[in-house]
């Protein structure tokens, strides 16, 4: 997914001015690449959130236009108030279609399975994978078929479709496993009270 950002290029640094910034409705940040200088930049604060909300589902890049150029950027870093949860600022990495990069893409999970059906319980252990590849061959976004899956069954990064990447966790790593469902155990009866025997001494 791609979303188009527009971006105002900024010269102030200190504290007050960014605060000022972020009062206005802006956000700081910044852009940088192999063939670009980081460039101080803001953004509207709404127009980032629209974005990012709908960014968690699949890999998302933004193009940011400054000065009428478009940059092709991921959102590399960010800072978030440990408070109010606002966004303080934002890093934009640029990206060169043809650069081989790393990108965590979501696990799109598709179908119920079989052993949920008969009462399992679908357990899901990783909700996304690492992949390595040029920009231009990410995946939005990875489908995984757990439909078939009995209950004892888990799926694994082997078990992942292949494409032009390389996935960078360990093939044996499990995403999803179908757990047998829950056995109440009774309560075992209580203990009869202990009887004390009094050895007689002559």
Not at 31 to 41: M, Q
Not at 44 to 71: H, P
Not at 125 to 137: F, G, M, N, P
Not at 146 to 173: A, E, M, V
Request: proline share 5%; net charge negative; charged share 25%.
């Amino acid at each position: 997914m791609i979303f188009t950002i527009e971006a105002q290029k900024r010269t102030n640094t200190k504290h007050s001015e960014l605060t000022a910034l972020r009062q206005q409705g802006l956000i700081p940040a910044v852009i940088y690449g192999k063939d670009l200088e980081s460039t101080p930049i803001a953004v509207k604060r709404n127009d980032f959130l629209k974005c990012y909300k709908k960014s968690f589902q699949e890999l998302s890049f933004y193009e940011i236009i400054l000065n009428g150029k478009k940059y092709h950027t991921i959102l590399k870093d960010k800072q978030i108030h440990p408070v109010s949860r606002d966004f303080l600022h934002l890093d934009f990495m640029l990206v060169q279609a043809t650069a081989i990069m790393e990108f965590e893409i979501p696990l799109q999970f598709i179908g119920e399975p079989i052993g949920v059906k008969n009462g399992g319980l679908l357990e899901t252990l990783q909700r996304t994978v690492k992949i390595s590849c040029k920009a231009e061959d990410a995946p939005e976004e990875i489908p995984i078929d757990i439909s078939d899956l009995q209950i004892g069954d888990s799926l694994h990064i082997k078990d992942l479709p292949q494409g032009n990447w390389q996935y960078k966790d360990s093939p044996d790593t499990a995403l999803v496993v179908v757990l047998a469902p829950k056995v109440e155990v009774a309560e075992a009866p209580e203990e009869a009270a202990e009887v004390r025997v009094e050895e007689n001494t002559e």
